[in-house]
C-alpha cells in the first residue's frame, strides 16, 4: 500500500545548490504532477507528465526542471536553488483522464534555502 | 481562468458543534468539484467529490452539493470531533489540454476544542 513515495522528506540548501527530488507510485498511473505548498497560497502546479517521457508547465515553472523517465519516476530539479524556493513540495499521481479517479498524493517533501 | 475561493480561516469550534466551509469557483465548461483534507504532516487525502450539477458527495460524514446555479460546492458537517482538526482544501478539475490538473482553492484550517 505505498500509494505515492516521495524522498527526501526534509532537506535543508545553501542558495546556489542543486538538488533532485524523487516521487514514485506504484499504482501504473499515467499522470504525475508536481506541486509547491506556501503559506495563504494553496498548491500550486510547477510541472506535470501525461506519460513517460512527456513533461509539461505548470503554474509556476520557473526555477524547475522535470524528467519522467521512467513511467513509475517523477524527478524535480532544482538546479540553482533560491530563497523563494523554500516551500513544501508535494507529488501526485492519477491514472488516464475518463476514469473520474482523484489524484493521489505523497507525504510532502519540505525544503528550506538558505 | 479556472479559480476557487474559499472562506478564510482560521475556524475554531468546539466538539459537536456544526461545520460549514464555503467555497465558490468560476471555470469554463463543466468542472468536477472536490474537497480534500490535510492532516499535520501528512499530504492531502481525496475527502468527497461531484462530478456534476445536484450530485452530493460524501464521506465521514461531511457532505457537500454541487450547485451549478450558485457557482458553490460548500463543505459541511453537522457535529464535528477533534479528529476532524485539518486543513480542508476546495479543488476542481476541468479536462483540457490533456493535463486534467486541479485548481485549488488557498485552504481552511480547522481546529476543534474538546
Known amino acids: 500500500n505505498a500509494g505515492v513515495t516521495q524522498t527526501p522528506k526534509f532537506r535543508v540548501l545553501k542558495t546556489g545548490q542543486s538538488m533532485t527530488l524523487l516521487c514514485a507510485q506504484d499504482?501504473?498511473?499515467?499522470?504525475m504532477y508536481w506541486y509547491r505548498q506556501d503559506p495563504g497560497m494553496g498548491l500550486r502546479l510547477i510541472h506535470y507528465?501525461?506519460?513517460?517521457?512527456?513533461?509539461a508547465k505548470g503554474e509556476v515553472p520557473d526555477g524547475y526542471n522535470v524528467s519522467r523517465l521512467k513511467k513509475q519516476n517523477f524527478l524535480l530539479g532544482l538546479e540553482s536553488a533560491a530563497p523563494s524556493q523554500t516551500s513544501v513540495y508535494f507529488c501526485?499521481?492519477?491514472?488516464?483522464?475518463?476514469?473520474?479517479?482523484?489524484?493521489?498524493f505523497g507525504d510532502g517533501t519540505r525544503l528550506s534555502i538558505l | 481562468g479556472n479559480s476557487v475561493t474559499q472562506m478564510e480561516g482560521p475556524v475554531t469550534l468546539s466538539e459537536e458543534a456544526f461545520l460549514t466551509i464555503n467555497c465558490t469557483y468560476t471555470?469554463?465548461?463543466?468542472?468536477?468539484l472536490f474537497w480534500y483534507v490535510q492532516y499535520p504532516g501528512e499530504g492531502l487525502q481525496l475527502l468527497l467529490k461531484?462530478?456534476?450539477?445536484?450530485d452530493k458527495g460524501s464521506n465521514k460524514g461531511f457532505e457537500a452539493t454541487y450547485r451549478k446555479e450558485t457557482t458553490s460546492f460548500h463543505l459541511e458537517k453537522g457535529s464535528v470531533q477533534v479528529s476532524d482538526s485539518a486543513v480542508y482544501f476546495c479543488?476542481?478539475?476541468?479536462?483540457?489540454?490533456?493535463?486534467?490538473?486541479?485548481?485549488f482553492g488557498k485552504g481552511t484550517k480547522l481546529s476543534v476544542i474538546p
Open positions: 501526485a499521481s492519477s491514472p488516464l483522464p475518463g476514469s473520474n479517479q482523484p489524484q493521489h
Open positions: 499504482m501504473n498511473h499515467e499522470y
Open positions: 507528465s501525461v506519460g513517460e517521457g512527456t513533461t
Open positions: 471555470a469554463t465548461g463543466y468542472p468536477s
Open positions: 461531484a462530478t456534476k450539477a445536484d
Open positions: 479543488a476542481l478539475r476541468t479536462p483540457g489540454a490533456g493535463s486534467y490538473q486541479l485548481t
